[in-house]
């Protein structure tokens, strides 16, 4: 499925062939929130921290805007001392603003910027006087995003049609999500657990899982983190914990897992569960178990179109009932070609080449924009002199005339064409 959404010159990256890249110098600038690359989850700070490494092998120089305890190739600037979900903290508006002021005060060093601060990005790239690109990894269906849009900003990046459908008559340069994913475990013959991975919230469909596992009889292990938020932890008091209690012992929770141990509990599952409802814009989750062979099943919402095959790489169900259907089915799926499949497509050396096209281009339209405008000040001060000098012309023979003319006793006419 396509959207009219109207590209800027060039805006097919995900579609050309990768080419050599000249060195850049490239800010990378991230959220406070988890540190780059995340203990354990953390979506946005996974992809700075794949991009970055990319990079840099490419050689590229590049420094990364994110908290003190991040663990990154080339340079790190601390914009704060530690990641702030992992100690508590649930505002984050000031780290924003910190880290914006202190991309700000270093702009001049870099070629070109590449922001993941959502909307933060906006007023950013507006105020920049290198190119900016802005890349959104949470949902732009959002009241905040109603007038944000006004006046877009060149270099915006959605991670998939779906979510850039939210805005369809924007520029929008689409380039999903890649992982290093050659790595990945796999099991021909795993158990026949499920697995459900992600956070414990209700749009993500938590619940439902437990739901799915007891319907078909399937033992089911959740790894997922609790937010911080006032409403995340009141759900998973008030609602997740009794659920969990009252699931009995065929349904494990095993909390927030180390990125090695979650890639095991996919390989070692007869399928992953994605039963949320909300339009998730890409979903590493989903790339993930699908490089360890493991089917997804999902609902048919936001980007996970645009990553399953339907009947090949797992289902799309409705509801509860659909899922139960469908679980019988999984045994036919081949994991092997499920896991080659994935890792060409959705690799970090892929998504890599596309940011790096897109960078070079952007390079290069500013240094266009900023010759003409060169050529232009030229040609403005050469004429204001041109006209200046003839000015000073007519004065000197204006003056003249008039001596000439108190000398004859005469009278002259204003002589504004002498």
């Given at each position: ?336 070609a499920i896991r080659s499949r994935v890792i060409d ?74």
């Amino acid at each position: 499925m396509t959207f009219p959404m109207r590209p800027r010159p060039g805006a097919d990256i995900a579609t050309r062939s990768s080419r050599a890249q000249r060195p850049l110098r490239i800010a990378q600038v991230a959220p406070a929130i988890e540190q780059v690359p995340p203990a354990a989850y953390g979506g946005t700070e996974r992809i700075v921290h794949e991009l970055t490494t990319k990079l840099v092998e490419a050689g590229h120089d590049v420094t990364v805007f994110a908290s003190g305890d991040s663990n990154v190739p080339g340079r790190l600037i601390p914009t704060v001392e530690r990641a702030l979900r992992p100690i508590g903290v649930s505002d984050f508006r000031s780290s924003y603003e910190t880290t914006i002021e202190m991309v700000r005060a270093r702009m001049g060093d870099f070629d070109v910027i590449h922001s993941h601060l959502e909307s933060w990005s906006i007023p950013l790239a507006k105020s920049a006087s290198v190119p900016v690109v802005s890349t959104f990894h949470g949902r732009l269906d959002l009241p905040w995003t109603a007038h944000a849009f006004d006046s877009p900003p060149d270099g915006i990046v959605a991670i998939s049609r779906s979510q850039a459908s939210a805005h369809p008559s924007l520029p929008w340069t689409i380039i999903h999500n890649g992982l290093t994913l050659d790595r990945a475990p796999y099991r021909q013959d795993p158990s026949d657990a499920l697995c459900f991975v992600g956070r414990v919230d209700p749009e993500k469909g938590i619940v439902e899982a437990m739901d799915i596992a007891r319907r078909t009889g399937r033992r089911l292990r959740i790894a997922a983190k609790v937010g911080t938020l006032r409403h995340q932890v009141d759900y998973y008091e008030q609602v997740f914990k009794p659920a969990l209690k009252k699931a009995g012992p065929s349904i494990e929770y095993l909390g927030e897992l180390e990125p090695h141990d979650r890639d095991q509990l996919f390989a070692d599952s007869a399928a992953t569960l994605m039963p949320h409802t909300w339009p998730e814009p890409f979903g590493l989750v989903c790339i993930e178990s699908l490089a360890c062979g493991t089917p997804v099943l999902a609902r048919r919402v936001g980007g996970l179109p645009e990553i399953i095959r339907e009947g090949v790489d797992g289902y799309f169900c409705d509801d509860v009932t659909a899922f139960a259907f469908f679980l019988d089915r999984v045994p036919t799926l081949d994991r092997a070609a499920i896991r080659s499949r994935v890792i060409d497509r959705f690799s970090a050396r892929r998504m890599a080449d596309r940011y790096q096209e897109l960078y070079t281009r952007m390079v290069d339209q500013h240094a266009i924009a900023a010759s003409r405008a060169a050529t232009a000040s030229r040609a403005g001060v050469a004429s204001r002199e041109q006209r200046g000098g003839m000015s000073g012309a007519r004065s000197e023979t204006r003056a003249e005339a008039r001596a000439d003319a108190r000398a004859r006793g005469g009278r002259i006419e204003s002589a504004t064409s002498a």
